[in-house]
């Protein structure tokens, strides 16, 4: 299970560092919401790797009220803000891949509330 984890985590990590090289390549526009997708993107793959290696950084308290901005922002920036910038022209695959993308993020969303309900030196083994 710690492996599943461990290579799951590493994956998250990988997203988030080619984020922006992702946006550079395929010319998408820079805009803030990119810019604050980004940041949830690095604060919630920082939760995710707290929670799979053990690490004592941060409130539970923090961890919770991110989790729900986390999962608000992600159904804004897939569900409003994408199908917005396309307008009538949203293909059927992208929203295959809005929900794809969700179901992908679910453990992320488990591991942040897991790590929401743990207090600083009292991580489970």
Not at 43 to 49: E, H, T
Not at 65 to 93: K, N, Q, R, S
Request: net charge positive; hydrophobic share 55%; proline share 6%.
């Amino acid at each position: 299970m710690k492996l599943r984890w461990k290579i799951y985590c590493f994956i998250i990590i990988f997203q988030t560092v080619g984020f922006p090289f992702s946006l550079l390549i395929l010319k998408t526009p820079s805009s803030i919401v990119e810019l604050i997708s980004w940041i949830f993107i690095v604060i919630g793959a920082s939760g995710l790797y707290l929670y799979v290696f053990k690490k004592n950084i941060g409130q539970g308290l923090f961890w919770r009220y991110f989790l729900f901005l986390f999962v608000i922002w992600d159904i804004f920036h897939l569900l409003i803000w994408e199908p917005f910038l396309m307008g009538v022209a949203y293909p059927p695959a992208a929203w295959f891949y809005t929900i794809a993308l969700f179901g992908f993020l679910i453990p992320q969303y488990i591991a942040l509330h897991r790590l929401s309900k743990q207090t600083i030196g009292r991580l489970p083994t």
